[in-house]
T-cell receptor, first 111, second 114 residues
Framework: SQQGEEDPQALSIQEGENATMNCSYK?????LQWYRQNSGRGLVHLIL?????REKHSGRLRVTLDTSKKSSSLLITASRAADTASYFC???????????FGTGTRLQVFP | GAVVSQHPSRVICKSGTSVKIECRSL??????MFWYRQFPKQSLMLMAT?????????EQGVEKDKFLINHASLTLSTLTVTSAHPEDSSFYIC??????????FGPGTRLLVL
C-alpha cells in the first residue's frame, strides 16, 4: 500500500500544551498537505508545504518537511479544546493528481 | 475559499437498491473530482478520479460496475452505489481540485445499507 503512516495514532493532552503529530510517506512528492476532520464531518485544509520547503507556519500551526527522510510533522501550539479532531497528512505524488492519505492521528484536548 | 457540497448528507437504504450521491463545486469549476470512502476510525481511501467529460479512473480493487461515477459538468460529479449491500455502508467523501495544488473536500455522505 502507498498509504502513509502517522504517529501517534491517538494523542491526549491538556489545553495549553503543544501537540506534535508525525507523518511518514513512501513516494516522491510535489507537496504535502495537512487536513483536519471533526468526527463525522468532511476535511478542512490546514496547510500545504511544497517539496522544496522545509518549514511553514500558519497561526498556531507549524509544519516541517524532511524529504530525505520522507517525513513531516505538524505542531499545534497552545492547544485548545476546539482543536480536538483527527488530523491527516496527504501527499501529492509527482506525475499524479492523487492525494494519498496517512493513517491519521486522533487528538483529544481536555479543557 | 472554495466550497464543495454533497447531497444527501445521510442516506439509509435497503439492501439491493441503488443510491446516488452528488458532489458539487459551488463557486469554482473543477476539471477533476475525487471520490473517497472512509470506514469508522480509519483514513480516507481513494476510490476513483473523475474527469469532466471522460470516464473515471478507478483505484485497484474498486469495482467500476458497482460504483458508477459520472462527471457531467465542471461543477457536478455523481457516485452511484449500485445494488448496495450492508458492507457498502461507509462515509463517502468527494473532493474537487481548484487549480494545481489544493483539493477541497465536501462534508461527506453517510450511507447505511440495511
Amino acid at each position: 500500500s502507498q498509504q502513509g503512516e502517522e504517529d501517534p495514532q491517538a494523542l491526549s493532552i491538556q489545553e495549553g500544551e503543544n501537540a506534535t503529530m508525525n507523518c511518514s510517506y513512501k513516494t516522491s512528492i510535489n507537496n504535502l498537505q495537512w487536513y483536519r476532520q471533526n468526527s463525522g464531518r468532511g476535511l478542512v485544509h490546514l496547510i500545504l508545504i511544497r517539496s522544496n520547503e522545509r518549514e511553514k507556519h500558519s497561526g498556531r500551526l507549524r509544519v516541517t518537511l524532511d524529504t530525505s527522510k520522507k517525513s513531516s510533522s505538524l505542531l499545534i501550539t497552545a492547544s485548545r479544546a476546539a482543536d480536538t479532531a483527527s488530523y491527516f497528512c496527504a501527499t501529492d505524488a509527482t506525475n499524479t493528481d492523487k492525494l494519498i492519505f496517512g493513517t491519521g492521528t486522533r487528538l483529544q484536548v481536555f479543557p | 475559499g472554495a466550497v464543495v457540497s454533497q447531497h444527501p448528507s445521510r442516506v439509509i437504504c435497503k439492501s439491493g437498491t441503488s443510491v446516488k450521491i452528488e458532489c458539487r463545486s459551488l463557486d469554482f469549476q473543477a476539471t477533476t473530482m475525487f471520490w473517497y470512502r472512509q470506514f469508522p476510525k480509519q483514513s480516507l481511501m481513494l476510490m476513483a478520479t473523475s474527469n469532466e467529460g471522460s470516464k473515471a479512473t478507478y483505484e485497484q480493487g474498486v469495482e467500476k460496475d458497482k460504483f458508477l461515477i459520472n462527471h457531467a459538468s465542471l461543477t457536478l460529479s455523481t457516485l452511484t452505489v449500485t445494488s448496495a449491500h450492508p458492507e457498502d455502508s461507509s462515509f463517502y467523501i468527494c473532493s474537487a481540485k481548484a487549480g494545481v495544488e489544493t483539493q477541497y473536500f465536501g462534508p461527506g455522505t453517510r450511507l447505511l445499507v440495511l
